[in-house]
């Protein structure tokens, strides 16, 4: 690849994952403190990333695969997805916010899967070349938490009392206009020219791969998927809050050292593999989820932060050694025709199923759990996926079966 287009492509993960973390992070505390959000209007906010993960293989099988160039497509639903954010910071309480939100994520979910198809595109080695391009992502979420902390402090308690909070919304409505238009100069990547490639429902929502469920370990894999994201759902939509309600100083900036984590054990994921196998890598990274949550909890008895910064650096071991390791597991079992529909089942259920059952949840228990004078249980917010979370932990470990000790190869170019 041509350091030229690696450049490209790298400043597009970034860009798309900067719009990502940009408001994302502290979306659950705007929401809470700028519009008065109930726990279940919050959980309906957050709930839009799932509507847009189930409808996102819908529109990427009609039209991004059949008739238009990707990285066309993609600068348009940026600039598109720019608009609605723009629309958003206008909205006065949660019953305006929302049919914005609800269409920017049905705009910005597919973009997801665009960039990568410009990248892979563009690439003749795809385990050599993907991951030092992707890095960018990681960065581009990293560098967005540490701008709003850092630099313009519109996390800290004052600022957040004055509203300046929906300034993130602000710069990231920005930032998408010129991802939009930055798109057009990306490298070319037209739609499949191979007419047999009819449109299908089965395929384009990973239905091929429902085959793979006949394996007993691989529907005990997919059912601890959809389960895992339960308490996945807590993480994303209370953390901010959380750490905001306890007075934590810089909260997004401090948030970004569980993407850190994330590169570094990204790393680590190899050696894990190599030496422990699939299933103990698997109960490893599901055993994180719950040891992070209990320091969450005992956290917000104690105001101790050594404790949430424990809980939130876990977040490299909770995602890469099981949602990394799924996905290398799930390209292992699948033959080579259903490779794609296989990885897609498995986003349909953990970022779609999975996640909107989770939000569902998360948003009960907030409500539950606020107080009359306004304020949260913490500690029982956070005990309850932690306990859900040991709870998967021995389904997987006493159901799973692996036989001699498989280990799959990592790439980690």
Known sequence: MKLFTKIQLSTMMFFQFFIWGGWW???????????????????????????????????????????????RILGFLHI????????????????????????????YMPTLALVNSVAFYQMKDTAKDFSSIRVFGSIGWIIAGLIISYLFKWDSIESIENGKLINTIKMVSIVSFIFGFYSFTLPKTPPSKNEKNKFSLKEIFGLDALKLLNDK?????????????????????NTNPFLVDLSVTNPTGKMTLGQISEVLFML?????????????????????????????????????????????????????????????????????????????????????????IGYWIAGRILSIYTLENGEFDWFYIWI?????????????????????????????S
């Open 217 to 237: 370990n691989f529907f005990l894999f997919f059912i601890s998927s959809i389960l895992i994201c339960i308490p996945l759902a807590f993480y994303y939509q």
């Open 25 to 71: 992070v502290t979306l659950g505390t705007f929401l809470s403190k700028n519009l008065n959000a109930t726990g279940i209007e919050i959980s309906n906010a957050f709930s839009t990333q799932s509507w847009g993960a189930i409808i996102a293989p819908l529109f990427i099988g009609l039209i991004a695969d059949k008739f238009f160039n990707a990285e």
């Open 268 to 356: 680590l994921l190899p050696v894990f593999y190599k030496r422990f196998g699939f299933k103990k890598t698997i109960l490893i990274g599901i055993f994180a989820w719950t040891l992070r949550y209990v320091l969450f909890s005992f956290g917000a008895l104690n105001g101790e932060d050594f404790l949430l910064i424990s809980g939130i650096i876990l977040h490299g071991i909770c995602y890469d050694f099981f949602f990394v390791s799924g996905q290398i597991y799930t390209d292992h079992k699948a033959d080579k025709k259903i490779k794609s529909a296989a990885q897609g089942l498995i986003t349909l259920a953990t970022y779609g199923l999975g996640m909107l």
């Open 80 to 107: 598109l997805g720019g608009l609605f954010l723009y629309l958003m910071t206008y909205a006065s309480d949660f019953q305006s916010f929302y049919p914005y939100i609800l269409v920017y994520m049905i705009i």
């Open 384 to 412: 309850i996926p932690g306990i859900f979370s040991f709870f998967v932990f021995l389904f997987f470990l006493t159901i799973f079966k692996e036989k001699n000790q498989t280990k799959y190869q990592v790439n980690n």
